[in-house]
């Protein structure tokens, strides 16, 4: 080049000259300056959990702080839970099975009511309506009660009375007499309490 | 350059019954000292030019303050600082290039301090001329390796080749950061390889 030696790089010597490259120091202001600079910035206020747990973990009680919070958390959870587990249950048990009623195809309203809500001048439209209800089976399971479910009689119990039952009205035993006393007083009893009223009433309709 | 173990009481402020805002700036002031010299250094190795270092660095320092509750880990501060200054840096530089450029001084981007290299290299080589020529060719050949050499043999440079440190600073495995620096100095020899050629002529 310019006929100057020059000599080769060794590793040392390459390491050597980056590091010397490198190898300056801050100003002595630099430092102040930075620090003015942070005071002229917003203090960093916005602290998030991590934060938190962050410090947390810096401080000696951390296996107590980590109890309490999952106990606390605990606390409020699994009341909960456990409240909304039972009334789901009871839901259950108290809301009937009702089958889906089919539903009818929805039918606009015939001509002549629009023309009377045309007539009368009203502007709103008329909401379309379902042309039929429902069938009478699909009445009947609607007409159920919501206690038709539960069950009050054992199925054995239940079989055992239907027998009885029977038995009484095919007359294929015969109640013994206090009981069959006991049973016309009773009904005694009610004819009294029935009024005359009600009587002639029921006359009327037989 | 600041111990790292100096830090270590300010990390327990919280139990000396400060505020957050307290601890946080003191934990904050410590990080400052410590890592000062280290951004400076790793601005100018890219900007090669002090004051453009120092900026760039202050800036760095105060988005790092901003953000410096949401560092995790505090003990990582140092490498993150030193990524957040790296990439402040080069954009800064190829702002620099975009003015040049526009200035019509395209080729120009490399300050004249550049090659005024500190401390005592001056003294070991001929003369002051033959240093900043030398410096500045060595600046080049740094400039032409892939960025991800360049910040390791920058690094290695800066903490005095202590492969453990880079590694920690660039969150990469020792030998990672090994065979890069192997790479890069065997990019660099070539790189100024044609002075040794050109004395042997």
Sequence with gaps: ?206 | MHDRAEVAPQLHAWDRGLTVDQALAREFEARLVESSTLAVRVAYSVLRNREDAEDVAQEAFAKAYRSFSQLRDRERFRAWLVRMTWRMALDRQRANRRRLAREGHPDSWLPASAGRVPGSIEENLQGDLEARERTQHLWRAIDALSEKLRIVIVLAGIQEYDVKEVAALLDLPEGTVKSRLFAARQQLKDELSWMVESDAR
């Design chain 1, 1 to 206: 080049m310019d006929g100057r030696e020059r000599r080769a790089l060794s590793d040392s010597q390459l390491d050597g000259e980056i590091a010397s490259a490198v190898g300056i120091e801050p100003s002595p202001e630099f430092l102040a300056r930075v620090r003015t600079r942070i005071a002229a910035e917003p203090e960093p206020s916005a602290w998030r959990l991590a934060d938190v747990v962050s410090a947390f973990r810096r401080t000696s009680v951390e296996p107590l702080w980590g109890v309490a919070l999952v106990g606390i958390v605990l606390a409020i959870v699994v009341p909960q839970f456990m409240r909304e587990e039972t009334n789901r249950r009871e839901d259950a048990l108290m809301t009937p099975a009702v089958p889906d009623v089919p539903r009818a195809p929805m039918a606009t309203p015939p001509a002549e009511s629009r023309s009377i809500g045309d007539r009368s001048g009203e502007v709103r439209r008329q909401r379309p309506q379902p042309a039929a209800v429902a069938t009478e089976d699909d009445g009947r399971s609607l007409r159920r009660s919501r206690f038709d479910d539960l069950v009050l009689i054992a199925p054995g119990d239940q079989e055992a009375f239907d027998r009885l039952l029977a038995v009484v009205n095919d007359q294929t035993i015969e109640l013994i007499a206090p009981v069959l006393e006991s049973t016309r007083a009773g009904v005694d009893l009610i004819d009294a309490a029935v009024p005359d009223s009600l009587r002639a009433e029921e006359g009327v309709n037989e």
